[in-house]
């Protein structure tokens, strides 16, 4: 089967203080780890960009396909997903990079069911969400992507990653705790 992840890494990390894509994962910028984990579970990759490009740009792994939000500072996330879902067809895995790069077990649950289909864990919703991306594309158009998201499937996961994220240093220190 044919699909590709979208790791969404465009925003200016304001809160971080620092790009949340070159922060340090597994001896690699988190970015790259989002990558390898996609590649690894056969789907192709395309990572949307924006504040920092030119540095995020050259520690992505080859075979990566970039594209560029030059309207980072001024759009939503849901923009930049339109951006990454332009050029795909069938199914498409979408992460924000700010996430902990799902395990190969977790993607390859969510890729053998049909999309759409959101990752749970006791009842909160998490990353990443599986979608058909041409019907997700139109969707975006009127809704946001939690509201398109509200009514489909929940695969419950016992991998607490999945409901993690990093938008402030304090956050990203705590995870070193875990």
């Known amino acids: 089967m044919h699909w590709t992840g979208i790791i969404l890494a465009a925003g200016g990390s304001t809160r971080m ?26 789907g192709a990759v395309i990572v949307v960009l924006g504040a920092e490009a030119e540095r995020i740009h050259p520690v992505l792994p080859g075979g990566v396909d970039v594209r560029l939000n030059p309207a980072w ?3 939503q996330m849901a923009d930049s997903l339109r951006i990454g879902l332009e050029a795909v067809e069938g199914a498409a895995l979408i ?10 077990p977790i993607i390859a649950e969510l890729i053998a069911s049909p999309a759409p289909a959101v990752l749970s864990h006791r009842g909160v919703d998490g990353h990443p969400v ?12 009127s809704s946001p992507l939690n509201h398109i998201l509200s009514d489909v499937p929940r695969l419950d996961t016992e991998w607490t990653g999945c409901i993690r994220s990093w938008n402030t240093p304090s956050e990203w220190d705590a995870q070193s705790s875990d």
């Open 17 to 42: 203080g620092r790009p949340k894509a070159l922060l340090e994962w597994s001896g690699q910028p988190l970015v790259r780890a989002h990558c390898t984990a996609i590649a690894a579970a056969g």
């Open 73 to 75: 500072s001024s759009t």
């Open 95 to 104: 992460t924000p990079v700010d996430v902990p790069p799902a395990p190969f």
């Open 130 to 141: 599986w979608v058909d991306a041409s019907r997700t594309r139109e969707a975006l158009l």
